[in-house]
């Protein structure tokens, strides 16, 4: 369906790595001129290396070599070090080929790296020194040391492939962390992640000195975490059938009923979890969602519930369900018992609670509710979920936890002691921290990665602002409205996956990286380090970082995108490449071959007769940075949109969703805004076309989107199924195009609707596409828009 093509980058990275093997060397740039030799370098210390960027890098003369069987001296008895030690050495192994040796004992006079305690230094901070004697890292705490560890990899790693020796020039390096709290949070509840995509997860976390791993692990769609006195909220909670066709067609043969999708992760798993994070010192903040957000544990326990009764709603669809817990005693038994257990499993400081989009209708509906807050003097809901936090904070602090909540724990009195979560903007930091509250940016949409990073057609579902890397890389974590002061009560900031529309691990790993290097330099280098163009030069060996340790980094920041202006009486098209961040080389073949280092450089508009075929990818520094997109301009093409180089035509609740197509397997991802399904083609050329054809395919509506939903409008379609229409110059113009939409009906994927007929017209319009329909379920996503000439 798709126009444009990708190909794993992987396989060019694998050449380059087999090039190195054989050259028995680090491998040198392919750009650069004559051949490798061994060891390649030296790889200059320099700050280019570290991301993120290090508060000083001091060049010395000389340089060392580390090579196979160099020797990793850790202090005798020092757990702390030889855990970092081994940790390098294996990192080393799989993402270099080097082959260190630990041991512990006295450092000997030269050709060592040493770990070694220094009495002072800065929470989390290091010394690396490189000199032709040899490495020694030096920390006053376990962290700092294996973030020194960290560096060194990273100086190791600026080049791909494996190597037996890298040599490194000499330089002495002194860093520390700007913030305390560096973390990103995963949504588990949405989509459920396999404790070996956490694990790996948190490693990778732990590669950009990223401290703070936010577990959402309890929303309205599950409950994924296994409580041994209540098993329902796994058993029951921890499973649901996804909405829509494909998967109520998908028949289990065990139970004869749609399959279930979920899955939870048990106690053992946790605490293995949680013990791999602290080696590799992340801290993980668990969720536990209340007094909303609470569908999961209803539908397990309905007593827990304002009416008793299961949710009717279901767990599949997206959005803010109505169901809150009641206030009743019993309630908060059973919230205690949990946090008891979650208290148990995760021995971090901090307990999130939740507290966000705890819409109050139903204790505004309940006479129990009411007359509890009546009982208890409270004079409105707001001061009810206030209370409500406030008695779990009081448990929380009991059993020497801190509560951290979404900004909302703000209205209506904010707990003692509690540290805001502020996701609606800063404001809430701001007014936290001007009470004297702790507070984490965590703020929508800049730092909420299921935001797509690139409006490309390849670009994975996810919500449809456009956060792409210099968007988060501009975020600025010191608020001006606070005095310095103040500041200090901003523990850090962290950026969050939900995971409603990232349905694989694969693509979780895409939203994160590269953006969460971003948020590793916001939260780590200090505020005079920021640089978007070092940023980038730390960036390109970082990438190949990610596909040593097989994270699927997005290279969005880098895909080519293609513009092209038909010229329809030369029957030429011009053809612009370019990509996001405006660097690097773009290179391009037309006669389909593998784009290369040694192909055509792009310097400028491509003049190509139709039926060319352009294949292009980014290089920077000798290596590919993006897969190579494909596309065809012929007579169909250039007269094509896709969703996505289509407008829409309001932006109300714009997503980019997967189409209805099978549980499993590929399918499309398609922008629509939910609210108000309407495309804009801005300056179709209409002369010459005699037809409209296009490709459409149905979705369900599964968003909770309380009384909005009923504000959802449609024109009354003449069919049952209703009717794909376009119109001429505004979306109350000429209706020149009538498609109906019955064809599409019973087919789940992206379906290709007959052709309509129009009047031929001269010159270019804009073009409003809308459908009509009886009902907002299901949604129908335009694939593409195709303009049929008559003659070709
Ligand atoms: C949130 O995005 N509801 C915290």
């Not at 399959?259 to 993980?284: M, N, P, S």
């Not at 340790?549 to 490449?577: H, M, P, Q």
Request: hydrophobic share 40%.
């Amino acid at each position: 369906m798709r126009q444009t093509s990708s190909s794993s980058a992987r396989a060019v990275a694998a050449l380059a790595s087999v090039v190195a093997l054989l050259a028995g060397c680090a491998h040198a740039p392919l750009a650069q001129a004559g051949p490798a030799s061994a060891p390649a370098g030296p790889e200059a210390a320099s700050a280019s290396a570290i991301l993120p960027a290090p508060l000083s890098v001091t060049p010395a003369a000389g340089a060392f070599t580390v090579r196979d069987g160099t020797v990793l001296v850790v202090p005798t008895g020092d757990a702390g070090a030889r855990a970092t030690a081994d940790y390098l050495k294996d990192l080393l192994a799989r993402t270099r080929g080097l082959d260190l040796t630990v041991r512990e004992g006295r450092a000997p006079g030269a050709g060592a790296i040493v770990l070694r305690r220094s009495a002072q230094g800065a929470r989390e901070g290091y010394d690396l020194a490189i000199s032709p004697k040899g490495v020694e890292i030096s920390a006053a705490d376990d962290a700092g040391l294996f973030y020194g560890a960290v560096s060194l990899w990273e100086l190791l790693t600026q080049t791909e492939g494996r190597a037996d020796a890298v040599t490194l020039q000499a330089a002495s390096i002194h860093d520390a962390p700007r913030f305390a709290w560096r973390g990103l949070m995963l949504d588990s509840a949405r989509h459920y992640q396999s404790p070996e995509f956490v694990k790996r997860f948190i490693d990778t976390m732990a590669l950009h000195k990223l401290n703070t791993l936010h577990w959402h692990l309890v929303d309205d769609q599950a409950w994924r975490l296994e409580i041994k006195r209540y098993p329902k909220l796994t058993e029951v909670g921890a499973w649901r059938v996804p909405a829509g066709q494909g998967p109520a067609n998908d028949i289990d043969p065990a139970t004869g009923r749609p399959r279930l999708y979920g899955g939870f992760y048990t106690e053992d798993q946790v605490r293995e979890i949680v013990a791999y994070a602290a080696a590799r010192h992340v801290t993980i903040v668990p969720e536990i969602e209340m007094p909303g957000h609470a569908t999961a544990p209803i539908t397990a326990y309905p007593a827990l519930g304002v009416d008793g009764k299961a949710p009717t709603t279901g767990m599949s669809d997206w959005g803010v369900y109505p169901n809150l817990y009641n206030v009743d005693d019993a309630t908060f038994a059973f919230l205690e018992d949990v946090l008891s257990e979650v208290i148990d499993l995760f021995p971090g400081e901090y307990v999130h609670v939740g507290g966000d989009e705890a819409v109050k209708d139903q204790w505004k509906a309940s006479p129990r509710v009411q007359a509890q807050m009546k009982a208890l003097g409270i004079s409105d809901e707001h001061a009810l979920q206030s209370w409500f936090v406030q008695r779990v904070g009081k448990y929380l602090d009991a059993h020497g936890k801190r509560l951290i909540g979404w900004d909302e724990i703000l209205e209506g009195g904010v707990a003692p002691n509690a540290t805001i979560m502020s996701w609606r903007g800063i404001d809430g930091a701001i007014t936290a921290a001007k009470a004297g509250h702790d507070a984490v940016l965590a703020p929508a949409p800049t730092l909420y990665f299921d935001n797509r990073q690139s409006d490309s057609g390849d670009e994975p579902p996810g919500r449809g602002n456009l956060i792409d890397l210099k968007t988060v890389y501009d975020f600025d974590p010191a608020p001006a409205a606070l005095t310095p002061d103040q500041q200090g009560h901003i523990l850090g900031l962290q950026a969050n996956l939900w995971t409603e529309h990232v349905r694989t691990e694969d693509r979780a790993a895409y939203m994160f990286f590269p953006r969460a290097a971003a948020v590793a330099e916001l939260g780590w280098s200090g505020a005079d380090k920021r640089d978007w163009n070092g940023f980038l030069d730390r960036l390109v060996p970082q990438m190949g970082r990610y596909e040593a340790l097989g994270i699927n980094a997005a290279d969005a920041a880098w895909e080519v995108r293609f513009t092209d202006a038909f010229d329809r009486t030369a029957g030429r098209t011009k053809v612009s490449l370019a990509n996001q961040v405006g660097r690097g080389e773009i290179r391009y073949t037309l006669d389909g071959s593998e784009p290369t280092e040694a192909s055509a450089l792009y310097a400028g508009p491509l003049d190509l007769a139709l039926g060319a075929r352009v294949r292009a990818a980014t290089f920077e520094d000798g290596r590919q940075l993006s897969r190579p997109v494909e596309k065809t301009f012929d007579a169909l093409s250039v007269r094509r949109r896709q969703d996505d180089e289509l407008k829409t035509c309001s932006a109300k609740l714009v997503l980019s969703l997967d189409d209805d197509g099978p549980v499993t397997g590929p399918r499309e991802p398609l922008v629509i805004d939910i609210i108000e399904p309407c495309w804009k083609w801005e300056g179709a050329d209409l002369s010459d076309i005699k037809a409209i054809s296009a490709a459409v395919s149905s979705l369900p509506f599964n968003f909770q989107i309380g009384k909005d939903r009923d504000a959802i409008r449609f024109r009354p379609p003449a069919t049952p199924e209703g009717e794909l229409e376009v119109r001429l110059d505004s979306c109350e113009g000429e209706r020149i195009a009538v498609l109906p939409l019955k064809p599409a009906t019973a087919n789940a994927g992206v379906t290709e609707l007959p052709s309509a007929p129009i009047t031929p017209r001269a010159g270019r319009h804009d073009l409003c596409i809308t459908y009509t329909a009886k009902s907002v379920d299901p949604l129908w996503a335009i694939g593409w828009i195709q303009l049929v000439p008559a003659t070709r």
